[in-house]
C-alpha cells in the first residue's frame, strides 16, 4: 500500500511465502544457533558476574556483538525480572520496535506480552511484559510519574554513544536514582566510543569490553570532490552489483527523501540493463511503516543481492547481517539550534570521523569487505569533526527545561550534564517558554506551563491545545496537533504524479495547510474511516489510522485535565488564531510571489510547492509557520496565514502594530506589523533572567 519501490514489493512476497514455508521448529533452532553464535554469547557468565557485583556496569562492544539483544534477556535468564522490569532505552523509535520484535521471538513469545515496547503514541506492553524496550523519551517521561522508576529491577541505556538528548538528560537523572536505590542494576552501553567518560561520570564504575570478531575493511575515497551524493551513490552500488562478488549492499543516505530517490532510480537502472541480476532495494527510515522495516532483516533469495539503503540508523542502532559493500556519500541530517535565531532547523550536515568509521566497519561483520566513501580523503581530514556534538549541545532544549522544571529541578544552570549545554541554548529555550507563557517571570513554571508537560508534545504543539480549549475549538486543534504529530499523510507515486496532485489539491484550504489537514481528517470520518477512500485519495490509510489513535491518546490527556472540548463550529478564524498563539514565534512577511521573510530575522523563507497557499493566487501578507526545512532553500512547512494584528496581540513581544498612512493602497495594509527590536529584546530578556538567576 504505502511503497513505490517495484522490486522491494516482488522481494516482500517472495520472502513472505519463504518464511511461511519454514517450519517453526527449524526457525527456532537456527534463532537460538544465532544467539550461540553472537560475540557477547561467549562472555555471558562472565558479564553477568560483574553486574552481580556491581550496580553501574558500562558494556562496550562494536556493534552487533548482541549487547541490545541479548543483555536484557540475559538478565531476565539471571532472575532480575522477579523484582521488576528490565527495562532498555534507545534513541531511536525504529530501533526500540524491531528490536523488541526480534527479542520477543527468540523467546518465542508474542509481542506486547512477556517482550514489549512503546514509543510516543504507541504503548506494546501488557502487565506481563517483563523486558520493555522503549525510546529514551518515554524512559524520561514515566520519571516524571514515578521519580525512583520502581517498577525496574534493571535499566539498560541502549546507544549511549549516540548521545541523544534525551540520553545526556536521562543520566543525569539516572546516575541520582541510582543513588537513591541500591537495588537498581544500571547498564550503559556504548559502541567503542566514549566510554571512559561514561565509566567517569558514574563515579569510575567497572567497565566491560565484549571481545570483539571484526573482518578487515577495505576503505577507498572518492578522487576528486562528489557533486551529487544521490548520483554518485546509484552509480557506486550499480557498479558493485554488476561487478563485485556476493554480499550485500549498505548505502548510507541523509534522509527519507533521499533513500526514495536512490531506492527509486536504482530500481530503474538495474531493469534497463540487460542480463543483470535482480537486486532487492530495500529502504529504511524512522518513518517507513513497520512491515517495511522488518524486510531489510530477510535474508534475500539465493541469487538476488540485497541493497539497504539507510538513514544512519543502520550505523549502529540495527545491524544488518550480510553486508559486505558500505557506499557513504558521508552526509546525514541533524536537527541544530541556531541560538542566533532563536530556533531549530533540520539540515544535511557532513558526518563526523567517527561516524565515518562506523559506518565502514559494518562492511566487515560477517566477511572481509569494502567501504567506498563518496568524500576525498581531504575532505575527510579537513573538513569533518572527530566525533558528532552531542545533541544536547545544538539543540533547543525547551522540552527539557519544561521537564526538568516539573521533576523540581530549580537551577538547570547546576543539572548534572555530562555535557552542559551552552549557557545560550538554556536561556533561550527558557526564553522561548516564556513566550510561550510557560515560564513565569522568576523563571518557574506556570499553570499553563504545568499543562503543557502533560502533554508529550513539543511545547508550542501544547499550548496550541491550551489556547484551544479557551477559544473554543478543541474538537478541531485536537485533529490537527494528531495530524502533525504523524508525517507523510499524502503519497505520491511514480507514473501518477498528476492524478495524486489533483486529489490532493481538493482538500486543500487556501488559507492554511492545517486547515487542509483538518479537512482530510474530517472527510475521512465522514466516509467512516474508510482505507477504500483513502487509497482512492492517495493518503496513507495506515498513518490515518494512527492520528485517530494519536488523537484518542491526546484527548484523554486534555480530559484528565479537565479541558472543555468544543468545537469552533464555523468559526474558522478562531482556529487559525489558535495556530497563531502557539505559533507567532515562527511568522513570515510576504515579499514578493511566494517569497517570504522572516519577521523576526528577516530571513528568507518559501511557501512549499505541495502547500495549500502555494499557486493559489492567494498569497496573505502574514504567515505562521510550524517548521523550516532546509534543502536547496528555506521551507516553511505546515504554513497558515494569520492576520497582523493577531500576532501583535498574541506576540507582544516580538510585534507592535504602527498605524500608516491614509492613501487607498494603503489602507488595504491598514495595520502593519513591524519587526520589533527582537535581537535587543532578546538580549534583555537574557540578561533578566540571568540576573534572577544570581539573586
Ligand atoms: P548490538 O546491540 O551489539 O549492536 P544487536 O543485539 O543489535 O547487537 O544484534 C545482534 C544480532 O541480532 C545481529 O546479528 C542482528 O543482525 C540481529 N538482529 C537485531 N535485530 C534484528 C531484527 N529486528 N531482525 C533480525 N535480526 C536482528
Ligand atoms: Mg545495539
Redesign the pocket.
Known sequence: ESTDFKSSQRFAQHMGKKSDASSDFARSKSLKQ?RQY?P?YAVKEELLNIIRENNIVIVV???????????AQYLHEDGYSKYGMIGCTQPRRVAAM??A??VS?EMNVTLGEEVGYAIRFEDVTSDKTILKYMTDGILLRESLRESDLDGYSCVIM??AHERSLNTDVLFGLLREVAARRRDLKLIV?S?TMDADKFSRFFGNVPMYT?PGRTFPVDVLFSKSVVEDYVEAAVKQALQIHVQARKGDILVFMPGQEDIEVTCETLTERVEELDDVAPLAVLPIYSQLPSDLQ?KI?QKAPDGVRKCVVATNIAE??????GIAFVVDPGYCKLKVFNSRIGMDALSVFPVSQANANQRSGRAG?TEAGVAYRLYTLNQYKNEMLISTIPEIQRTNLANVVLLLKSLGVQDLLKFHFMDPPPQDNILNSMYQLWNLGALDNTGALTTCGRTMVEFPLDPPLSKMMIVACDMGCCDEILTIVSMLSVPAIFYRPTGREEESDAKREKFSVPESDHMTLLNVYQQWKANGYSATWCNEHFIHAKAMRKVREVRSQLKEIAEQQKMPLKSAGNDWDAIRKCICAAYFHHAAMLKGIGEYVNLRNGMPCHLHPTSALFGMGFTPDYVVYHELVMTSREYMQSVTAVEGEWLAELGPMFYSVKESAKTRKEKRQATKVKLSQMEEELALADEQIKRRKLE
Open positions: 544465532q553472537l557477547i562492544g562494536e556493534t552487533g556483538s548482541g549487547k541490545t539483544t541479548q543483555l524491531s528490536v520484535k526480534r521471538e541502549d546507544e552501553t559502541a565484549i522488518a532483516f549502529t542502532s540495527l545491524t544488518v547481517d561483520r
